[in-house]
């Protein structure tokens, strides 16, 4: 059974920094695509990031272009984001998300191409 676990969440002030991680686990998992989607209070989950596996091409929305990173490291399954530059916007659940299909940058945002997903961590930033 495929399990995402995030970690990594909590308080910042406004123009600090957090990374997640999410720890991936399962017989034979290996995700062609990984990727992290936020929701805040009242509004739909959003693309945040995503990165695959062969060649790690990485896809960003445009909120987190240059303030987020995305990562992952294949040899054990954990993926990774790394954010700076923190706005009280950027309040939300963080979830990770996994995919056995390759998605480029059209396909990489759309939430129906996981299969797989964490329960969520929280951030929340103070102005």
């Known amino acids: 059974q495929v399990r995402l676990v995030e970690s990594g969440g909590g308080l910042v002030q406004a123009g600090g920094s957090l990374r997640l991680s999410c720890a991936a686990s399962?017989?034979?998992?290996?995700?062609?695509?990984m990727a992290w989607f936020r929701q805040a209070p009242g509004k739909e989950r959003e693309f945040v990031a995503a990165?695959?596996?062969?060649?790690?091409?990485?896809y960003y929305t445009d909120s987190a272009k240059g303030r987020f990173t995305i990562s992952r490291d294949n040899a054990d399954n954990t993926l990774y984001l790394q954010m700076s530059s923190l706005e009280p916007e950027d309040t939300a659940v963080y979830f990770c998300?996994?995919?056995?299909?390759?998605?480029?940058?059209?396909?990489?945002?759309?939430?129906?191409?996981?299969?797989?997903w964490g329960q969520g961590t929280q951030v929340t930033v103070s102005s």
């Open positions: 998300a996994a995919s056995p299909a390759d998605s480029g940058s059209m396909l990489a945002p759309n939430p129906a191409r996981y299969l797989y």
């Open positions: 990165i695959r596996r062969v060649g790690g091409r990485t």
């Open positions: 399962g017989r034979s998992f290996d995700p062609a695509t």
